[in-house]
C-alpha cells in the first residue's frame, strides 16, 4: 500500500495544476475575443481591404494591372530573386548548422553573432552599405567601372540586398533543431564505415528535413516581401530594377490605386499559400 501513496500524490499534483488553470467562462471568453478581433482588425479586414480595391473596378481593370509591361518585369524579377536567393541560403543555413553543431573551433560565437547581424541591422542601412561598396562614388565603384560591372541599380544589387536580409532564416531554424538532435547517429555512421556526405545525406539530412523546408519557406516569404534593402540598390527603373513592392509604391504614390492593390493581391495570394505551407509542415513534423 505504501507504495502507491507517492502516486496519489502525483495524480493530486496533476488535478490541482489543472484546476488552478481553469478560469471562470468569462475570462475565457473575453480573452478569445480579443485575440480574434485583434487579428480580424490587423490581418482580415486589411486583406479583404486589399482584394475589395483591387476588383472595384472591374475585372478587366484588375487583369490590365497584373498583365502591364510593368508589372510583368516586377513580377519576373521578384521570382528570379527568389529563386537565386533562396537556394543560396539554404545551402548556406545546412552549411552553418552543421558547422555549429558538429564541431568545436576558435570562432564559434562570432560566426553564430554574424548570422544574427541581419535581424539587427536596418534593412535600410544594410542596402546603405552596398551603396557605399559597389557605387560609384563607393570603395569598389571606381573598379567595377572601368571592368563594365553594374551591381548596385542592377540586379546583382537587388539579389545581394536579399541575400543578406534572408541570411538567418535557414540557419536559425537548423541550428536549435540539429543541437536537440545530438551527434549520436552521425557518429554511429562514421563508426559503421559510412563516409562524411554519405552519412549526410542518408542520416543528418532526413531527421532536418522538415525544419530546413520550414526555414526555406519564411526565407522564400521574407525574399518576395523585402522592400528597405532592395528600395536603396534598386534604383527604382521601371521594367528593369522594380521588385513587386517597389512597384506597387509606385503606382500608389502615382495614385493609381487599383492597379497596386491588384499587384498587392498577387503578395497576398503568396503570403496566404505560403502560409498554408507552413502549416502542413508544421503538421508533418509534429505527427512524425
Not at 43 to 66: D, N, R, S
Request: overall charge neutral; glycine content about 6%; aromatic content about 12%.
Amino acid at each position: 500500500m505504501a507504495g502507491h501513496v507517492p502516486m496519489q500524490h502525483a495524480k493530486t499534483n496533476v488535478e490541482l495544476n489543472h484546476s488552478s488553470l481553469k478560469e471562470p467562462k468569462v475570462v475565457r471568453w473575453l480573452l478569445t475575443f480579443i485575440a480574434l478581433a485583434f487579428l480580424a482588425l490587423f490581418l482580415v479586414l486589411p486583406l479583404i481591404t486589399i482584394f475589395m480595391t483591387a476588383f472595384q473596378k472591374g475585372w478587366e481593370t484588375y487583369l490590365t494591372a497584373i498583365t502591364n509591361p510593368d508589372a510583368l518585369a516586377a513580377i519576373k524579377l521578384t521570382l528570379i530573386v527568389v529563386l537565386i536567393t533562396v537556394p543560396l541560403n539554404a545551402v548556406f543555413g545546412v552549411v552553418a548548422a552543421w558547422l555549429i553543431t558538429k564541431f568545436d573551433f576558435k570562432g564559434k560565437n562570432l560566426l553564430i553573432t554574424l548570422i544574427d547581424l541581419p535581424f539587427a541591422v536596418s534593412p535600410v542601412i544594410a542596402g546603405l552599405v552596398f551603396i557605399l561598396l559597389f557605387g560609384a562614388q563607393g570603395l569598389f565603384g571606381e573598379w567595377l567601372f572601368n571592368q563594365d560591372i553594374k551591381i548596385v541599380f542592377a540586379i546583382p544589387g537587388i539579389i545581394l540586398a536579399t541575400l543578406f536580409v534572408t541570411l538567418p532564416f535557414v540557419a536559425k531554424e537548423l541550428i536549435p533543431l540539429m543541437q536537440a538532435q545530438g551527434s549520436a547517429e552521425e557518429e554511429a555512421s562514421l563508426t559503421l564505415g559510412a563516409s562524411g556526405f554519405k552519412t549526410f545525406f542518408l542520416v543528418t539530412l532526413p531527421n532536418i528535413k522538415w525544419g530546413l523546408l520550414y526555414g526555406i519557406i519564411l526565407c522564400n516569404a521574407r525574399a518576395i516581401g523585402e522592400f528597405g534593402a532592395v528600395s536603396v540598390v534598386s534604383g527604382h527603373i521601371r521594367g528593369m530594377t522594380n521588385t513587386m513592392p517597389l512597384h506597387i509604391e509606385i503606382l500608389y504614390n502615382e495614385y493609381q490605386f487599383a492597379a497596386a492593390f491588384a499587384v498587392a493581391s498577387l503578395m497576398s495570394v503568396l503570403a496566404i499559400f505560403t502560409l498554408i505551407v507552413k502549416n502542413i509542415i508544421e503538421w508533418k513534423a509534429k505527427h512524425i
